[in-house]
């Protein structure tokens, strides 16, 4: 149930396209890297520190997360990839006692939404989300924004409470972080137990910082 519940939580975070078109530039360091437990990314200009007791996901198992056939995923494929198939998971990290688990996932994006702030983007959503959690046999009983403090700065993100047969208790918060450039990022922390969700926003930290 555990990898059902996190396989669609995964999933759902696909629905949702947001960036600018026609844009030249330098894709070359798209992923990350994880060093001493601190995840990098040069194009999202952004780190996230490894919770205590937390694990990443390793390459192979990413690339297994994104259905690579096998093919590990390198900054040198990352944008044929990405183009071929929208969306690429490029960080997961998981609390292997609870299975909470926070995942990053680079999109292309759609112009339309751009002009979206993220309060609007979240109603624009809810839609989509209801019948995608319907579908999978999710009850969604909370849907609302919220702000959090996200890389130093205040944020409105996305609350949503959840139900798996009537059973199971999850709840998720995503933040966008868009970039102004091809690709962003939405960030989804799924929660299985009373962990802060503070607490891991605060593992992100601007590269500027």
């Not at 690429?88 to 990290?93: A, E, K, T």
């Amino acid at each position: 149930m555990k990898k059902r519940i996190t396989a669609f939580v995964l999933a759902v975070c696909l629905l949702v396209a947001l960036t600018a078109c026609g844009v030249q530039e330098d894709t070359s360091k798209l992923l990350g890297s994880i060093e001493s437990d601190v995840y990098r990314n040069e194009y999202l200009e952004l780190t996230c520190e490894l919770p205590s007791g937390w694990r990443f996901y390793s390459k192979e198992e990413m690339a297994e997360q994104n259905q690579l056939g096998g093919e590990l995923l390198e900054n040198e494929n990352a944008a044929e990839w990405l183009e071929k198939a929208g969306q690429l998971m490029d960080m997961m990290m998981a609390d292997p006692t609870t299975g909470s688990n926070v995942n990053l996932l680079l999109q292309k994006t759609e112009h339309s939404l751009d002009r979206l702030d993220d309060a609007e983007l979240i109603t624009r959503m809810q839609s989509s989300y209801e019948t995608q959690f319907a579908s999978a046999g999710f009850t969604i009983t909370e849907y609302q924004p919220v702000e959090m403090t996200f890389c130093g700065q205040e944020k409105t993100c996305l609350r949503i409470g959840l139900t798996v047969d009537g059973m199971s208790e999850i709840t998720e918060y995503q933040v966008f972080v868009r970039t102004g450039k091809t690709y962003y990022a939405i960030i989804t922390l799924a929660l299985m137990d009373d962990t802060d969700p503070q607490t891991l926003m605060n593992c992100f930290r601007s590269i500027a910082e």
